[in-house]
């Protein structure tokens, strides 16, 4: 019987991988339009401190996205036992190198190396991360533009605009509240009008927070923690999450899954991110975009 028939998923896939393309190919068009005008590509400096396997994997994702779309790539690889001086040192040199446009340092760095003192040596002129204090602090001050926006949040939003969905006077909620994440999308959406609520770790009810949200950005870090009935009927969800979970049927033994439980946010959101494929494209993408910012800032100064 018809009535009997389960329902099909109501929620339009946010495609990050391929909105990431699309924007990959208006950089690569500005990039060359630069480096006809001015003789010059932008510049992105990317330091890695020892050899951790995800941190070398980043970092060669985002030289050949650089090499993609014309951007040059400065590499400085540095061994595990360097000194936080001589990573600083390296700093100012990227910082007084004008063919530097961006300077990225792939965290983490390793424990006897402080990387808030490195960080904060990062020229705010080339901080394509968007960490840099005066950075986040303009961006949380009204009527402020901070010179770079950091990229995952940057990417969160890029995403919403593109798939067509309103921000202005919607209630949003940020779950998660981390400095790279968390805290700056929600800062974000406030500069978009929404009304924002964050959910943590000390939050009570989460869910009944979540359930009244138009927009959910998950960025916990908990695996499937939003389940379907969390999510409000028609809501958009953007999933940070990337979290691995065992799976003796892969060959690499786990999957990897997003903050939400996809399959049951599938037919209750208006529109929702996969994992992977989602949030993860968009993150280079928009490092990308703000090398190519800060080039157009040195150029046209």
């Known amino acids: 019987m018809a009535s009997e028939q389960q329902q099909p998923p109501t929620a339009k896939i946010i495609d990050g991988k391929a909105i990431a ?5 208006e950089i690569a068009a500005e990039v060359r339009s630069l480096s006809e005008t001015y003789g010059k590509a932008p510049g992105l400096a990317v330091v890695i401190v020892g050899s951790r396997r995800d941190s ?28 936080e001086a001589d990573v600083i040192q ?8 004008p063919g530097v446009n961006g300077i990225l340092v792939q965290l983490p760095l390793p424990k006897h190396i402080n990387e808030e003192n ?17 950075n986040i602090g303009k961006l949380a001050m009204k009527g402020r533009q901070p010179l770079f926006l950091p990229c995952t949040p940057k990417g969160c939003l890029e995403l919403l605009s593109r798939s067509g969905i309103t921000i202005k006077g919607k209630k949003a909620a940020v779950v998660g509240r981390s400095n790279i994440v968390g ?3 929600s800062l974000l959406l406030m500069k978009e009008d929404a009304t924002v609520t964050v959910v943590h770790s000390r939050t009570t009810n989460p869910e009944t927070i979540i359930r009244e949200a138009d927009i959910v950005i998950a960025a916990a870090g908990q695996a499937m923690m939003i389940k379907g009935d969390w999510i409000k009927p028609g ?24 903050d939400v439980d ?6 209750v959101a208006g529109w929702l991110t996969p994992v992977p494929g989602g949030v993860g494209p968009m ?6 975009k703000n090398t190519l910012e800060g080039a157009k800032r040195q150029l046209t100064q």
């Open 21 to 25: 393309q699309t924007i990959r190919k």
């Open 56 to 83: 070398q994997s980043y970092v060669a994702t985002k030289r050949k996205a650089c090499a993609e779309v014309g951007i040059h790539s400065f590499d400085v690889d540095l061994p595990e036992d360097v000194s």
């Open 90 to 97: 390296k700093v100012h040199d990227l910082n007084s190198n």
């Open 118 to 134: 490195v960080l904060s040596e990062i020229s705010i002129q080339k901080d394509v991360d968007g960490f840099h204090p005066l």
């Open 183 to 185: 805290l700056p999308v």
């Open 235 to 258: 809501a958009a969800v953007i999933d940070v999450g990337t979290n691995a979970v065992d799976d003796p049927s892969r060959k690499s033994g786990y999957r990897l899954v997003g």
């Open 262 to 267: 996809f399959q049951e946010a599938l037919k």
């Open 283 to 288: 993150t280079v993408a928009m490092l990308l």
